[in-house]
């Protein structure tokens, strides 16, 4: 099974939800079911539908494995909600083709939220 290693990161308050760790890094299969389901081993995925590992993947397997709490804030609608910036190798996602983007060995993926109370 072939893997990517990749760092992620946490800004603007959104490390509150995974751990208040602003940094993680992650080996995830480069082959993944295609309907995101991040709970599926890679040895169970033979006879499944299979895709490359992408950002979308990646925001239900964060969430699946990583949020400790309050899923609302971080996803909604099967993406990443509404006023979270999303850098791929500090490029802003939607020029990389958003959830689409297939990952990379090595890749950096920053999640900062803009939202603030008040």
């Known amino acids: 099974m072939t893997t990517i290693s990749l ?4 800004g603007g308050g959104l490390e509150l939800l995974f751990s208040n760790e602003k940094r993680h890094t992650l080996t995830l299969p480069s082959m993944v079911s295609s309907d995101n389901n991040s709970k599926t081993s890679a040895d169970a995925l033979s006879g499944v539908n299979t895709k490359p590992a992408d950002v ?3 925001v239900f397997y964060l969430r699946d494995h990583l949020l400790q709490e309050r ?8 993406t990443v909600r ?3 910036l999303v850098l791929i190798n500090d490029t802003d996602w939607e020029l990389e083709g958003e959830g689409e983007y297939v990952l990379q060995n090595n890749d950096e993926i920053v ?3 803009t939202l603030h109370g008040g």
């Open 111 to 113: 999640f900062i939220s």
């Open 71 to 78: 899923p609302e804030l971080f996803m909604e609608s099967n």
């Open 7 to 10: 760092r992620i990161e946490f």
């Open 82 to 84: 509404p006023g979270i």
């Open 56 to 58: 979308e993947y990646l």
